[in-house]
Each structure stands twice: as structure tokens, then as C-alpha cells.
């Protein structure tokens, strides 16, 4: 068993550093961890994609912290509650998948954590299911759960209130959710967990279930969203999300599209470096001689380096000066094979360099979209034989190596 460490200094950087709350209190947990007792603690990830992302990212780097200081991680992956779809923060109901769909998503999320947690060594994280123990949940064992809560404290939800308010529907299912991730908490005898701030509610709820039934207090620690400084989340939504399954040059390039008010709220959450060079960063992103990008570079190669290692860092860091900032081509550009008279707007979807026709073209028609330099205009463009062997850019970073059929 890995030995505790008690220093008092590394327990208050773990319970600050990029911490929102503390239930019930920051003191009385500090208090169990000074004590040298082994915390048991986990957090969850529903596998609705392929990959992680950089939110999941921040808390595995806390996860990652408490098994650092001697402390018993479960990396718990939500097969079942999947199934059911988190509401958080969503003002319709979330698609149903398949137990199927959901394993294959998960199939890759070892292996992009393990930038940040390590599964094996003298203090290896678990990785359990919760499957394992929802599967065998009698219908009987569930009304007994449920009777736990009030329909008030479920409707009280913002999302749920929005939907009342909007006239949406809001499904039985739904309020099955935060009850079901509670069950997690019981069915693991946990004594923490972490999460995002807006996965509060349903982490309560655990707090709640492990007190009603193991008559044992559960901790409940909840990170700060990693946003600008409007307090806009990094995401999909908004076109600046990082995954962890990304190449390490278009790792790099997503983080250097963020806005500079995420930078600092990066470096504390995204990041290892001390806390003390997290200040100094602050401090400088005050300063109007420094450029802010010169910050965000570092940013990068910081996000690159743990999760791909110092020498891919080095090739995505210059990759990024060549193409970006110098303009020219990377020494390897993909090869893509296009059909005479195919239009560039279904030559982009089809590559994924678009997510849909009404993007192509309205990258077309902003500029960002070249071949051999000479930037796109009509949308109507259609593969020539004088485009074979010809580079295509779409945004900064994408290069493609027209290959005429």
C-alpha cells in the first residue's frame, strides 16, 4: 500500500488549486487527510464520445494529485448511467445509446488519461464500471433508493425549470440520473468525490445516499469550469475544444485558438507547473509588453508535453511557428483522393474538415479555405485535373494534398 503523505503545504495546494467548494468543508476534509488515512476517491465519465476532452482532462488532473500524495483513485467509467443521459445543463433530453455504442467509446479512455493518472506502479488508479452494480439493482432496491428524494428537490433543477418554463418535455428517466451516480458512491464505499462545479447536484446526491445508507460522510469536492474570462466553457458548442485522442500538432493548435482569458485558468487547471509560476503568469498577462501569445505557446507545449511527452511538444510547438505563424506548408501533408467535378464544399465534408455543408461554405466565403496559396471565393468550385498535386488549407492548420481521380 502507497504511503500517505501528510505535508501540509502539498494537502492545501491540492484543495485549492482550481477548487470551487468543499462539502461539507474544506477544514474537515484537510483534517482526514492530515490524519495519514487513506482516502478512497473517484470521479466519473460517461463515455458519450470517443474521446475525452480537456474539461475531463482537469479533473483527472486532480484525480491525479490526491494519488500523488499517497491516496486511492477510481477512474469509474459510466457504462450504465450513459444509458440513461446526464441532464446537466441540457435543456432537451440526451439521445439514448446502446450498451454497444457506449463500450466502443470507451475502448480508448485508458489510454488517454494515462497522461495525466497512472494505472500501474506502486499507487496504480482503478478502473471499474458501474455497470458492475446498477446491472443487479432490483426494481424494489430502486424504489427504495428514490425514496431517498422529493420530486422538489429534482424540479428544482435550472435546466428542468427552463424546460417547465419552455414547455419541453422532461422525462421520468432523467430524474433517475442523479440517483443512479449517487448509488455510485454506496456501491464503491467512496469517502470523496471530485467533479466539475455544474456536476454538484448529483455528487449531493451521492453525499446524501452514502449517509442515509452507509451512515458515512462523503466528501464532495467541485472544480472550477475551465472558461474565459466571460465565463464561455471550452467546448465543442463554441469551436475551441482540446481532446485528448487529438494529434499532438492539432492539440496544439486548438489551445492556441483559445481567447487570452483562458489563459492563466489553463495553466492552474490544464497544467503541472507550481502554482507559484501560475502567479507569475497572472502577473505577466498584466503587463502590456509581454504578448499574451508567447504565453499561450507555452500553454500549448505544457498540454502537449504531458500528454504525448517533451519530444512531440518540440515538433508540435515548431510545426505550429512554420505553418501558422510563417505560413508554409508542414514537410507532411495528408493525400486525399477527389473525383472530377466533386465540389470543394463535399470534398471538405467528406474529409471532416467541415461538420456540415452550411460551414464549408461559410469558411469559403470568410477567406479560409486556399489551394497553393490562392485563397478559395466561389462556392461553386469544383475539382479540375489542374488541381492534382495541389495543397489545400482550410483554417490555419488543416493541410490536404489533392490526389485527382
Known amino acids: 500500500m502507497a504511503q500517505v503523505i501528510t505535508d501540509e503545504k502539498m494537502v492545501d495546494e491540492v484543495l485549492e488549486r482550481g477548487v470551487e467548494q468543499i462539502f461539507p468543508d474544506k477544514k474537515t476534509l484537510k483534517e482526514k487527510m492530515m490524519s495519514g488515512e487513506r482516502i478512497r476517491l473517484y470521479c466519473g465519465y460517461d463515455p458519450t464520445a470517443p474521446s475525452l476532452h480537456i474539461g475531463n482532462a482537469v479533473t483527472i488532473n486532480k484525480l491525479s494529485q490526491f494519488q500523488k500524495l499517497g491516496h486511492e483513485v477510481i477512474f469509474l467509467i459510466g457504462d450504465f448511467t450513459c444509458m440513461i443521459g446526464d441532464p446537466t445543463d441540457k435543456l432537451a433530453t440526451r439521445k439514448k445509446m446502446t450498451r454497444e455504442e457506449i463500450l466502443e467509446n470507451a475502448k480508448g479512455y485508458q489510454k488517454q488519461a494515462e497522461g495525466y493518472l497512472k494505472f500501474d506502479g506502486e499507487n496504480p ?33 435550472d435546466m428542468f425549470q427552463k424546460r417547465m418554463a419552455e414547455e419541453k418535455p422532461i422525462y421520468l428517466h432523467e430524474f433517475l440520473y442523479p440517483l443512479t451516480q449517487g448509488y455510485d458512491s454506496v456501491a464503491m464505499n467512496v469517502d470523496l468525490e471530485i467533479g466539475g462545479n455544474d456536476q454538484m447536484f448529483n455528487m449531493l446526491a451521492g453525499r446524501t445516499l452514502q449517509k442515509n445508507i452507509n451512515n458515512k460522510e462523503k466528501f464532495v469536492l467541485t472544480l ?18 482540446v481532446f485528448l485522442d487529438q494529434t499532438p500538432q492539432d492539440m496544439y493548435g486548438a ?31 498584466k503587463d502590456e509588453k509581454n504578448n499574451p501569445r508567447d504565453l499561450k505557446m507555452k500553454l500549448a507545449y505544457e498540454m502537449v508535453k504531458i500528454n504525448y511527452g517533451e519530444e512531440a511538444a518540440n515538433l508540435a510547438q515548431d510545426n505550429f511557428i512554420r505553418t501558422v505563424q510563417k505560413k508554409e506548408v508542414p514537410d507532411e501533408v495528408a493525400s486525399i483522393e477527389a473525383s472530377i467535378e466533386t465540389s470543394i464544399v463535399e470534398l471538405m465534408m467528406k474529409e471532416g474538415l467541415a461538420g456540415s455543408n452550411s460551414e464549408a461554405k461559410r469558411k469559403i466565403e470568410q ?35 489533392i490526389v485527382v481521380e
Not at 488508479?125 to 431517498?148: G, H
Not at 490562392?374 to 495543397?391: H, L, R, V
Open 255 to 285: 489551445v492556441m485558438s483559445w481567447t487570452d482569458g483562458t489563459i492563466a485558468v489553463g495553466f492552474e487547471m490544464a497544467t503541472n507547473i507550481s502554482m507559484k509560476e501560475v502567479k507569475e503568469i497572472e502577473e505577466a498577462l
Open 367 to 401: 477567406g479560409g479555405v486556399s489551394l497553393n496559396g490562392e485563397i478559395i471565393k466561389d462556392i461553386q468550385t469544383k475539382i479540375s485535373k489542374e488541381m492534382n498535386g495541389k495543397i489545400l488549407k482550410v483554417g490555419k492548420r488543416e493541410f490536404r494534398k
Open 125 to 157: 488508479a482503478q478502473i471499474m464500471y458501474n455497470s458492475e452494480w446498477n446491472d443487479k439493482l432490483t426494481f424494489k432496491e430502486l424504489i427504495e433508493l428514490s425514496s431517498n428524494f422529493t420530486v422538489g428537490q429534482m424540479i428544482q433543477r
Open 224 to 241: 472550477k469550469l475551465l472558461a474565459d474570462e466571460t465565463g464561455k466553457k471550452m467546448g465543442k458548442s463554441e469551436g475551441n475544444a
